[in-house]
């Protein structure tokens, strides 16, 4: 059974800065892509980014470009999120997900498309 695991949630100050990491559990084989997105009470999963594990290429959401980062792990299927500048408005529930389907139905944006996804874990960004 595929499993992925986040780690590195918790709390930060305003301006303060977080890294989050994802592995995947099970997969035997290698992710295409893997990505960070986040959701607050009562709002739809919103977009973070998208790395391409093939070129090592990453897809951001305007409003993460600049002060978010999505990178490889150092082991197979991992990605990292690292979080700078934090804002209290960036207090979420941050979730990593990744594809293993056909190419052609693959929209980076979309949660829908991904087809695993970690349990989250909780960030608290304190003014």
């Known amino acids: 059974q595929v499993q992925l695991v986040e780690s590195g949630g918790g709390s930060a100050q305003a301006g303060g800065s977080l890294i989050l990491t994802c592995a995947a559990v099970?997969?035997?084989?290698?992710?295409?892509?893997m990505g960070w997105f986040r959701q607050t009470q009562g709002q739809e999963r919103e977009w973070i980014g998208t790395?391409?594990?093939?070129?090592?290429?990453?897809y951001y959401a305007t409003d993460a470009r600049g002060r978010f980062a999505v990178s490889q792990g150092s082991a197979k299927n991992t990605v990292t999120l690292h979080m700078n500048s934090l804002k209290p408005e960036d207090s979420a529930i941050y979730y990593c997900?990744?594809?293993?389907?056909?190419?052609?139905?693959?929209?980076?944006?979309?949660?829908?498309?991904?087809?695993?996804w970690g349990q989250g874990t909780h960030v608290t960004v304190s003014s």
């Open positions: 997900a990744a594809y293993d389907g056909p190419e052609r139905t693959f929209r980076r944006s979309n949660p829908a498309t991904y087809t695993y």
């Open positions: 790395l391409d594990f093939r070129g090592d290429v990453t």
């Open positions: 099970g997969y035997t084989s290698d992710f295409n892509y």
